[in-house]
């Protein structure tokens, strides 16, 4: 997805160099950069923070691909591409941040069941 934010946003005016096209690249960055980050993370919490955090940076990438489309910056290919992106980047997210909470709940019965014996 960064390297098609990238492609896209080269095409973009000028004048947006440090307005839609920067704040888009670094929401981009932001999703891999955080996913990155929950991997060196060894606690749960910690984990799901920075997975959260990534959700967060996608949905800001998605906002901005919008207005670059309701600014005309963007064709309907590119768009649809990112879209695709974007939609199947969120579902792994999510996929994560319910296994993570799933493993965390199993975890803490079987302490919890370890503890009563």
């Not at 934010?5 to 947006?16: N, Q, R």
């Not at 997975?51 to 649809?80: C, H, P």
């Not at 792994?92 to 503890?115: A, G, P, V």
């Amino acid at each position: 997805m960064v390297l098609n934010v990238y492609k896209l946003t080269a095409s973009f005016p000028k004048e947006e160099v440090y307005g839609l096209t920067s704040q888009m690249r670094g929401a981009a960055l932001s999703v891999s950069g955080n996913i990155a980050e929950a991997f060196g993370r060894f606690h749960y919490l910690d984990k799901n923070k920075f997975y959260l955090n990534a959700r967060g940076s996608l949905e800001e990438t998605k906002n901005y691909l919008i207005i670059s489309g309701d600014l005309g910056y963007t064709k309907a290919e590119a768009f649809q591409t990112l879209t695709d992106n974007i939609h199947g980047i969120n579902e792994e997210l999510n996929t994560l941040i319910k296994t993570l909470r799933i493993r965390n709940q199993q975890k803490s019965s079987e302490s919890k069941s370890d503890s009563e014996q």
